[in-house]
């Protein structure tokens, strides 16, 4: 008789540049019963995208009529652009198939899927300090001062929120964080609260004696 295997809706957060992209494709590679959430957006295509792979892509009409429908777990409009969601169908398929999603998400997209999926289990990943995570924004390269200026005052706004996440993982040394997502993962599927089909079964085992 096994602990349940049903997936797990796991979202996971964090500020820009804390490493939670690595975190989340490393579970992934090691975990063959965990996927990244797939993403609608109104973008386009870039160069080896692909359909379904990457993201579902939507013209306007289309995000428009799924938002409507009541279709996203959550969805926002990124600089007043392009739209990105995460569409109920695709998660709700892999959880009953009992594959566990990455929602790699920000603090209010987490926000709103808790209050629509209660049984969601919110990871926020941190940095060892805030003058870490700075350095590493810097030492990425890939953007202007000013970017990063912003990049850093909005990680001060996301860790407001974090008393509102199940846990907090600090990535401090990265194999060491990803193992302690991945103890997380495992502690999540031995709670009683989704165990019950197993507890009713070793209940009723005294008449199979």
Known sequence: MKQTRKGLLLVVSGPAGVGKGTINLSLISRNSDIRMSVSATTRSPRPGEIDGVHYFFKTDAEFQKMIESGAFLEYMRVFNTHYYGTPKSFVEQELAEG????????????????????????????????????????????????AIERRFETAFQEMELVDRYDYVVVNDILDLAIARTEDIIVAERCRVSRNGELIEKLKGGRSAL
């Open 99 to 146: 594959r566990s999603v990455i929602l790699e998400i920000d603090v209010q997209g987490a926000m709103r899927v808790k209050a629509a999926y209660p049984d969601a289990v919110l990871i926020f990943i941190a940095p060892p300090s805030m003058s870490e995570l700075k350095s590493r924004l810097i030492h990425r390269g890939t953007e202007s001062s000013e």
